[in-house]
């Protein structure tokens, strides 16, 4: 089911592409998502998802870099980016139409060695100190659903690893693929069975652009069921992320 770029309605390349061009924001420190070459080469499943969606929509593609979810999506409201790839979460979603989610990836806990945390469940206590990502999608999740721990979010995944270790933590939230990546860097450390959530990151518009955001859900859906999202994924080498499930046939 491609959708070409002459069946694009016109108001919906309007909204999508108000400057004669697709800008889309992508913040390039999810490498799940995202890769830089050496030469500062674009590639990974956020990148490919612009590409097409500018393909589709038959316009030039102006890809803005982020250093972090969290500013990317504080930008909403700026009128700098026209699409951006990001986690679907309510707190973004009142500013951000989002599309039905396109990967999905699991989210928990590392501890530190010598932890007498087992697993998920045992995280929300009192007197539990969680590193993690400021603003990122768990990080919303968890300033949500958490009752007693106390979450300490830090400005970027890494240095929230970085803080962890230094500062004796007693958990770092993130993505499970990445968590791995920490776990081999901290001898004894391990990561808790169970997850806390499952991150779908996904492309939204600003709201106010409904033209574009009913688009941008048929685009969505029907490159998952093209097997383009898995394609893309193969493609970028990253384990543990999965396309979501398509809600519209072949």
């Known amino acids: ?12 390349r309007a909204e999508l592409a108000p400057t004669g061009k697709l800008r889309a924001g992508i913040n390039f420190q ?6 830089l070459g050496p030469n500062g080469e674009q590639s990974g499943v956020a990148v490919d998802l612009v590409h097409e969606l500018a393909r589709r929509l038959g316009v030039p593609l102006e890809i803005l870099p982020y250093q972090s979810a969290g500013s990317l999506a504080d930008s909403v409201n700026s009128g700098v980016w026209d699409v951006a790839v990001l986690a679907a979460e309510p707190a973004r979603a009142k500013d951000i139409a989002f599309a039905d989610a396109t990967t999905e990836i699991e989210a928990t806990y590392l501890v530190p060695a010598g932890s007498p945390l087992q697993k998920v469940d045992d995280v929300d206590k009192p007197g539990v100190r969680i590193a993690l990502g400021a ?9 949500r659903t ?13 240095a929230a690893f970085k803080h962890f270790v230094a500062e004796n933590l007693e958990a770092l939230a993130g993505l499970k693929t990445e968590l791995v990546k920490c ?3 901290l001898p004894g ?9 499952v991150v779908r990151h996904t492309a939204g518009t600003p709201r ?12 969505i859906e029907a490159v998952k069921a093209e097997g383009l999202v898995t394609q893309w994924i193969a ?16």
């Open 146 to 158: 958490l009752k007693h721990a106390q979450r300490v979010p830090i400005e970027g995944s890494q």
């Open 183 to 185: 776990a081999a860097e």
């Open 30 to 35: 999810n490498p799940l998502l995202t890769k």
């Open 189 to 197: 450390s391990r990561i808790l069975d169970g997850r806390f959530m």
């Open 135 to 143: 603003k990122s999608g768990y990080d919303l999740y968890l300033t």
């Open 208 to 219: 106010g652009r409904d033209a574009g955001a009913a688009y941008l859900h048929a685009f």
């Open 235 to 250: 493609n970028s080498g990253v384990k543990g992320l999965s396309a979501a499930p398509a809600t519209v046939q072949k």
């Open 1 to 12: 089911m491609t959708i070409a770029p002459s069946s694009v309605p016109n108001s919906a």
